[in-house]
């Protein structure tokens, strides 16, 4: 296996010859928070798969879910006319979830990047429809994240993910994203940071001309750019700009949905109600492909009472509102909630960030930490505290390699490592992780 993993597969996000000179982490079972490799070593798994397996790797309601609907009925196009009942029953279900955020109409796809895509897309449409079709514009975070296909490329903040596919999508432009280790404005203050991040948007919402923007798409916290959550004044700041721009927010909650940041969504940990919001990963907590798109009445409202024809909608997947993918959303969603996984994201992710902070007063190398808004958290590395000169690929391959060793599976990201365990872990996983962080920086750091 180690030898045809490092011939004949090539590593998302990877350069392909990293695969040889990584040792392989060949996992072949998970168990609770827990995974294990070709070796028989069994770790914790912080990074929860890919940051979407909240529940956990045996949730068996999801697995009984998913093979109950197998026998049924394993697929139905939802396109047109046709449908299945498990996809309705979702949508229903969803609505109820995401009321809170005014969030009533799903529209279902495969995954984060297909939802990114149809959300920048429903919002030219959306403009298009209301007879503003000038709207064609999409600003973002520098540091957002947003997938991989062409308009999320387009309106990722991290050149890494661009340069190689220009030139993509023209009409994307980034505003700096309230990071406060490192910003241009040099300031360390998350309030104040926050202040000139908002007035930097305003001016390039003014430069560019408000009527030529369609819409602004943020993460709530910043998830693969290093998870960099922003002072809580900033995404209200950033609905009153669009509210008064008439640019459509769309939160791209892939990662911060379905508990992860101690409350349901994200837009709701920071009281701000998006006009669409893109969902994949823990929908189906990584035991289906699948996403969905919600989109809030305001918007639906001028799809469905248009009587023009341009509210027909040009988009949608083979796989969008799979019933197999539906039915274990269905599981993943009840199980969410009769476990309150939000509540243990809040508590674990408190005890999580405290525990990296007492690990950064030890190891210098740790230049920052950021969490404490549920279980996502992230330690930036650096060489020198002063110049917070990253630290080199070695030293944190090293790190992570012997962290791993000690127990932890975490995730190394540029000079950051993420951490965004399941939320059913317990307070001695918590512990495991921190152990195992400290043995890694006791033996590199
Ligand atoms: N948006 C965000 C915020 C993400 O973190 C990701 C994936 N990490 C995506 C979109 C893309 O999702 P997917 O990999 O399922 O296409």
Known sequence: LTEHNARHLWHPMAHPADSLANLPDIIVEGEGVQIMDLDGHRTVDAVGGLWNVNLGYSCAPVKE??????????????????????????SVMLRDFFAPDGLSRAFFTSGGSDSVEIALRLARQYHK???????????????????????????????????QYEPLMPGCFHVPAPYPYRNPFN???????????????????????????????????????????????????????CDKYGILLIADEVITAFGRTGSWSGSRHWGVKPDMMCTAKAITN???????????????????????????????????????????????????????VKDNAAARGTQLYEGLLKLQEAYPVIGDVRGGHGLMCALELVSDRGTKAPIDKKTIGAIHRTTYENGAMVRVSGNNIIMSPPLILTENDVTTILTALNAGFAAHG
């Open 129 to 163: 429809v209301r007879g503003d079709g000038g709207r064609v514009k999409y600003l973002s975070l520098k540091k957002g994240y947003h997938g991989t296909h062409t308009l999320g490329a387009s309106v990722n903040g991290n050149a890494n993910f661009r340069t």
């Open 187 to 241: 300031e360390t203050d998350p309030e104040r940071l926050a202040q000139l991040c908002l007035a930097a948007l305003e001016d390039e919402i003014k430069f560019q001309a408000p009527e030529t923007i369609a819409a602004f798409i943020m993460e709530p916290i910043l998830g693969a750019g290093g998870v960099i959550p922003p002072h809580h004044s900033f995404m209200p700041g950033v609905r009153a700009l």
């Open 286 to 340: 990584g035991y289906f492909p699948f996403g969905a798109v919600m989109i809030s009445d305001q918007v639906a409202e001028v799809f469905e009472g248009d009587t023009s024809g341009k509210g027909a909608i040009g988009s949608g997947y083979t796989y969008s509102g799979h019933p197999v993918g539906a039915a274990a959303a269905i599981a993943c969603l009840r199980e969410t909630q009769r476990l309150q």
């Open 65 to 90: 879910a998913i093979r109950a609907q197998l026998d049924r009925l394993p697929y139905y196009s939802i396109f047109r006319g046709t449908t299945n009942d498990a996809v309705i029953e979702l």
